[in-house]
């Protein structure tokens, strides 16, 4: 054998060992001004530990982005030479994904992964499907930056608050009998003007009632959706001397000292108020209007940004967009407790082949092994230390703020040693291969 075949091998073996270890990688951070300010925030936290940088104690720091997309992107010190970014490095080492992931969504990872540190509400919206985010990239592509679609899993950290998917038709009724500031602001003479004489059989026509009402709201002039927020304001604020206000309407006078004469406020009545408790998710499919309203979540979705909005909001907004695109479903959403896998790991698995979260917390001393899985994975160390041993590897010291990128085919163990290691794993659905 000559001699330059020898290195050839030995390059060889020295580049599979290299792509069946975890690499690590370097995040990049959103100050959005609805984010918790300095090291209140979860993210500055995590951010400051990921990059070494100084925590700025009055900038807002919003949300952690761990992936390849453009906005945000992350970096890895390539072993084979310099600083890249995740995304080129997984095109040069395209075998890091697994061939099955690799042959449905190419050289690029179909997932993102965030951290999210909420202070003030964000922008009611709703994210467009494949057809439509094709369209509107093509026709706006400013505005729409991406063609693909961005249904997204918000996994709470903190108790977290979000508006989710239109009410119910029984507590559409009940916003129209209670607030009558809407009737004013849509015009009739009382609720029941709005609402059909017969309930049973009318739910089609009680759905157009909430569309139109809905469309009502968010057209409304600025001047308009102001004096009807004072009114109602002005109400809420002396039913509270007499009476506990309901949670919807604590809500609204919340979000208008944040957004002041923002038609969302008003909107806000029609969607559902979900609050959850740390460890559970809520998931967010393509068309369904919602808002993050407070605390902290980990996030993951479909590699997007495509974000069409319509109130609580100074960006631009996109009310006729966002009115063509409401999914029809009604009611209150479902709320994801997970799956436990083992004593200390809980999945959850949205009914979406591109993701899947793993929620891990070890007490001090205890390990847990992630088996090998035909795709790539992303790991975040939110607090605690610990190790992590791969196979072909050895153990590295893991400790909060850490990111990891794991290649596809690669079984690792996780050991704390602290009181608690506190992790997550996002990955390929695993429904998408046993598919
Ligand atoms: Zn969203």
């Known amino acids: 054998m000559e001699q330059s075949q020898f290195q050839s091998q030995d390059q060889e073996k020295k580049r599979r060992r290299v792509l069946s270890k975890p690499l690590r990688l370097r995040c990049s951070v959103k100050n959005y001004n609805w984010g918790n300010l300095g090291s209140k925030s979860h993210v500055a936290r995590l951010f400051s530990r990921n990059s070494g940088s100084h925590i700025d104690p009055d900038e807002s720091y919003a949300e952690l982005w761990i992936g390849t997309h453009g906005s945000g992107p992350s970096f890895v010190d390539d072993p ?76 709470a950290l903190t108790e977290f608050e979000a508006l989710c998917g239109f009410i119910s038709l029984k507590d559409l009724r009940t916003v129209l009998c209670t607030v009558p500031e809407i009737i004013e602001l849509i015009g009739g003479a009382d609720a029941e003007q709005w609402l059909p004489a017969n309930e049973m059989d009318r739910n089609n026509e009680l759905e157009a009632v909430l569309e139109s009402i809905f469309s009502q709201i968010l057209l409304s002039s600025k001047d308009r959706i102001s004096q009807i927020l004072s009114k109602l304001k002005w109400r809420l604020n002396l039913e509270k001397k007499k009476r506990e206000l309901t949670d919807k309407e604590k809500l609204v006078l919340r979000l208008e000292s944040q957004y002041p004469a923002d038609a969302g406020v008003m909107a806000a ?23 993050y309203i407070y605390g902290e979540c980990i996030e993951c979705m479909a590699t997007s940004d495509n974000v069409v909005r319509a109130g609580l909001t100074s960006k631009q907004r996109d009310i006729q967009t966002l009115l063509s695109m409401l999914k029809r479903r009604k009611g209150f959403p479902e709320i994801l407790k997970g799956l436990s896998l083992n004593q200390y790991t809980t999945r959850y698995l949205p009914p979406f082949e591109e993701f899947e979260v793993d929620r891990c917390i070890l007490p001090d001393a205890a390990s847990v092994v992630f088996p090998s899985v035909p795709g790539p994975s992303l790991l975040l160390f939110i607090s605690g230390n610990g190790t992590i041993g791969a196979t072909l590897s050895e153990e590295h010291m893991v400790e909060e703020g850490d990111v990891l990128f794991m290649p596809a085919y690669v079984e690792f163990t996780i050991t704390s040693e602290s009181k608690e290691l506190h992790l997550y794993r996002a990955g390929i659905n695993s429904k998408f291969f046993q598919a």
């Not at 809520?282 to 808002?291: D, S, V």
Request: aromatic residues 8%; positive net charge.
């Open 80 to 155: 084979f030479g310099g600083l890249s970014s995740l995304k080129e490095w997984i095109s040069k080492n395209p075998d890091v994904l697994g061939d099955q992931v690799l042959k449905k969504w190419g050289a690029d990872l179909p997932f993102l992964f965030k951290v999210l540190s909420i202070k003030k509400a964000l922008s009611i919206q709703a994210h467009p499907d494949k057809e439509l985010a094709r369209a509107l990239h093509k026709s706006q592509p400013s505005l729409y930056k991406d063609d693909n679609h961005k249904p997204e899993l918000a996994l």
């Open 269 to 291: 009545l029609f969607l559902n108020y979900v609050k959850l408790n740390r460890g559970e998710a809520l998931c967010i499919g393509a068309n369904e209007p919602h808002a």
